[in-house]
């Protein structure tokens, strides 16, 4: 059988190489080019040293903060040891098909957190709103409530008006998110309010169609754009949740050197909701207002949404590229 060492006697064998990593990245300031010659093999060394670390903090203290600690450190070291000319095609390669999963995927806990912080609201105000359906209907003006409650699928953006509309949907969208982003720097608390805010809305809004027996045209429409709509909304909270924790639970690092390791990775999941948020714009803008049947929207819908977290959460995509 396997003896497992304490985390104390873990991080006290390893204290000292990953304080000198961690110095190494502090000096390079994102550029490896600061460092001298005998540094950079240095660097390269204890990138390697601190990956396999890690891989044991993962398996034997999965719980434990050191594990998360030095998730950080390893994320910042690989950003250096593998850091190419912004122009060269491998590097950009590289980016786009590990580098940006990877920061999606180390967010995950703080995306989860966001879901929930959409998710709660909306249930409590939908029910809310079944029960008592007066306090739902002043949440809208009548102009707003009727409109709402009179579309039907097909009409929500007049034909005309939809190359225009669509822009301005994403322009929407991705300043909502980057709200939700920045608002980490306020410890989390904005970024909570813009979450919450954001269920309470969704939840009153089905809570107005289904009393008025129209939820199913409401739901048509957010068919084909939602899955990746709501995805951003989580991604880019989580984002803004991960500066929070930054701010709020440094560790053994300064708050600044925290925060600039938090930021480096936040700013990359920002680059995928904006991504996401373009392709949800042009979704919602052509064509979940247009007449394709219902079955079509939700085949969009689903089919973008799994392209989406399979570009996250599987590795498949790393062992494709690389072996280009």
Known sequence: MRAVQSIDRFVEDRRARWARLGALVERARGRVARLSAKEVLELGALYRSATSDLAVARRDFPRDTVAERLNDLVAAAHALVYSEAPASGRGLRRFVTRELPAA???????TLVAFALVLLP????????????????????????????????????PEALRASVGPLIIVNNIT????????????????????????????????????????????????????????AIFLSGGAGLRLAWAILHPGERTRR???????????????????TLVCAGLIEGFVSPSTLAPAGKLAIGVLTGLALWSYILLPYNQRFFSSR
Request: proline share 3%.
């Open 257 to 275: 050197d925290a925060l600039r390791i938090a930021g480096a990775q936040a700013t990359r999941v920002m680059l995928l909701v904006a991504a």
């Open 122 to 157: 909306a249930i409590v105000t939908f029910a809310a709103g079944i029960i008592q359906p007066d306090v739902a209907s002043s949440a809208l003006s009548e102009d707003a409530r009727r409109s709402l409650i009179e579309r039907t699928p097909g009409t929500e953006i």
């Open 176 to 231: 909502v998110s980057i709200a939700a982003f920045a608002g980490g720097m306020t410890a989390g608390l904005y970024t909570v309010f813009i979450l919450v805010l954001n269920g309470n809305e969704l939840g009153t809004l089905f809570a107005i169609v289904e009393q008025a027996g129209v939820a199913r045209s409401l739901v048509i429409f957010i068919l084909a754009h939602g899955f990746l709509e709501l995805s």
């Open 104 to 110: 999606a995927r180390g967010a995950m806990p703080f």
